[in-house]
Every structure is written in C-alpha cells, then in structure tokens.
C-alpha cells in the first residue's frame, strides 16, 4: 500500500469485547507493516494486529500499562506469491483464556506462539472498535511501518466471534483455501466490508456491507 492508508473514527463505541477482523492481504516486501492499528493518543494506548519483518503475526492490545493481549506467532509469512486471510476473533467473556482471542491464517488456527499473553474475562480492547481512528494499512498514531503490500476484503463484524469459514473455505480439489467475496450478513453497528474495488467506481475505503462505514483514504 506504500504510503497510502485508511482511516474511519466510529461515532461512539461498539462491542469492544466480542468482534472478529478477517483481511487477505499480501506481501510484497519485509518492512514491519500494520494490518489495523488504533491509538489513543493522551494515554498511549492501542490495539494492533501486525506482520514483523521476518513474517510472524502480532496481536496486541497495550493498555497503556503494558501488553494485556500479547500474541506472536512462531509460524512465519514469508511468501511474496499468494494472499493470506488474517483473521483474529475475540470474545474476552469466554471462560477459558485461549478462547478470548484466536487467530486463524488461512483458516487454521494458530496454536504455536513465540508470545502468548491472553486478556482476563470480560477486558474491553483498546481502541479495536472504540470511538477513535481506525487506521489500516499504517501505525495509528504516525506515519511509519505502512503496510508493505496488498490487501483485499477487510471486514470487521461489531458483537461475534466468527469462525474463518465466513471468510473463506476450503477448495474441494487442491485443498487450497480460497476467499468467499460476499460481506458477512450481519455486520453490527460498527461492521464494515471493504472490497476495495476501486475498479468499479468506488473509492478504496468504501464499506459495501449496507452500513455506510466507508474510510477515507489518505496518501
């Protein structure tokens, strides 16, 4: 995306427990790149989901005492060829901890953590759906680690916690998991759908789930 990001600040907070992000996105370099990145600026708070330069994937929720979500991958993304579906889902009310977050690339789940720090029971996020600026593609709050590659169907559902196979599935042939291109249904308040489908006459950061969450594109 070089220098080009998103960005949308919802009008008021939405289930900052439960919600699930799903992207395709691909790597054309090894910058460290943010997927989605949020900031509170007055108390340095954010939550992010982001490539490291050697390929793993960092889910992180600072709350501006620490990491309470702190999870990285010893599973590396290194190739430059195809899309990965990035999805994280989170329900910080669920009773076991390795429950309240779970990651899935390419719609298994990842399980082998190089860092493996779950939230307690019923932690609201920092930023991830709070009324704030929803940065994808950059560092929420400056213009470094922009998202060195593409990215396609970014959606966020406000209030569930998905399973990947609303977002992909599996080829019956090659076993190859392949994107499902329709928006998921029911969105919620703060949901949003982006194609980014600039070849129809739409801009990149127009929300195609019905909800008119659209991000304004910037660079």
């Known amino acids: 995306?070089?220098?080009?990001?998103?960005?949308?600040?919802?009008?008021?907070?939405?289930n900052r427990k439960t919600w699930t992000f799903s992207a395709w996105v691909k790597?054309?370099?090894?910058?460290?790149?943010?997927?989605?990145?949020?900031?509170?600026?007055?108390?340095?708070k954010d939550g992010t989901i982001h490539l490291y330069p050697d390929g793993e994937v960092l889910v992180v929720d600072n709350n501006g005492s620490g990491n309470v979500t702190d999870l990285k991958t010893n599973r590396l993304l290194r190739d430059t060829s195809g899309y990965y579906n990035i999805v994280v889902a989170s329900d910080t009310t669920q009773a076991v901890a390795a429950n309240r977050v779970k990651l899935y690339i390419n719609g298994v789940q990842e399980t082998s953590f190089a860092t493996e720090?779950?939230?307690?029971?019923?932690t609201d996020w920092t930023g991830i759906?709070?009324?704030?600026?929803?940065?994808?593609?950059?560092?929420?709050?400056?213009?470094?680690?922009?998202?060195?590659?593409?990215?396609?169907?970014?959606?966020?559902?406000d209030g569930l916690q998905l399973a990947p196979t609303e977002f992909g599935?599996?080829?019956?042939?090659?076993?190859i998991w392949k994107i499902k291109t329709s928006c998921y249904a029911t969105p919620g308040t703060n949901g949003y759908c982006l194609k980014m489908e600039t070849t129809?006459?739409?801009?990149?950061?127009?929300d195609s789930s019905g909800n008119g969450n659209n991000f304004t594109e910037v660079g």
């Open 129 to 157: 759906n709070e009324d704030v600026a929803q940065v994808i593609g950059r560092k929420g709050d400056a213009s470094t680690q922009y998202f060195n590659g593409l990215m396609t169907h970014i959606q966020f559902v």
């Open 117 to 122: 720090t779950y939230p307690a029971q019923d």
């Open 27 to 44: 790597r054309t370099g090894t910058a460290e790149g943010r997927i989605i990145s949020t900031f509170i600026t007055a108390e340095s």
């Open 1 to 14: 995306m070089a220098t080009t990001y998103l960005t949308r600040t919802p009008a008021s907070d939405g």
């Open 200 to 206: 129809t006459g739409s801009a990149m950061g127009t």
């Open 169 to 175: 599935e599996f080829d019956s042939t090659s076993g």
